[in-house]
């Protein structure tokens, strides 16, 4: 290669770097807007700026911003022609989880931990003490430094408050 071509080629590519850091956020978001997906969303940013890097000295004095969300675009609806449906329909729902279903289990487990996450330290460690370890009240309250009336009254603001937060109670008694 020639040098004239090198320093061409160095100096549109500083070019395109400061586009990508100065419009980079917005595309991002308009890529975001068609896919809903934050990775799906790089992947297709990525993919229009691979497409339009090519082109760059063409295109860097007329609107490269909006050639390259015409390129964004482009490039998702073709991904959205080639994705295989494999969902189909139906009438009826399917039946509900069966009996030593993991993925349901570990849906339940998420679920409890994200609501006992959301009670006040004391009450958690509460629930955890009685409910999750099997304790007596005078146990908890020893191991808390509490009174046995102050564990009755944290553990049932907490039920209380697990009740309202979690979907299915009658799901934690399986």
């Known amino acids: 290669m020639n040098r004239r071509y090198e320093d061409g080629m160095r100096s549109g590519w500083t070019e395109f ?3 990508v850091a100065q419009c980079g956020p917005r595309l991002l ?26 082109k760059w000295r063409r295109i860097r004095d007329d609107h490269p911003e ?33 009996p030593g279903d993991r993925y349901g289990e570990v849906d339940l ?3 409890v931990r994200q609501a006992l996450r959301r009670l006040p330290a004391r009450q958690r460690a509460v629930v955890v003490l009685r409910y999750l370890e099997d304790r007596s009240v005078e146990e908890t309250a020893a191991l808390l ?30």
């Not at 009755?152 to 697990?162: D, E, G, I, N, W």
């Open 29 to 54: 978001r308009s890529a975001w807007l068609l896919t809903g997906d934050r990775y799906l969303a790089e992947d297709l940013l990525q993919s229009a700026l691979a497409r339009s890097w090519p």
């Open 109 to 111: 487990e998420r679920t």
């Open 145 to 174: 430094d509490c009174s046995a009336g102050t564990v009755r009254s944290q553990s049932a603001k907490a039920l209380r408050t697990l009740r309202g937060t979690l979907p299915h109670p009658a799901g934690l008694l399986r």
């Open 66 to 98: 909006a050639y390259v969300r015409r390129v964004m675009i482009n490039v998702h609806a073709s991904w959205w022609r080639r994705r295989w449906r494999g969902e189909v329909p139906h009438e009826s729902l399917p039946e509900l989880a069966v």
């Open 17 to 19: 770097e400061e586009f």
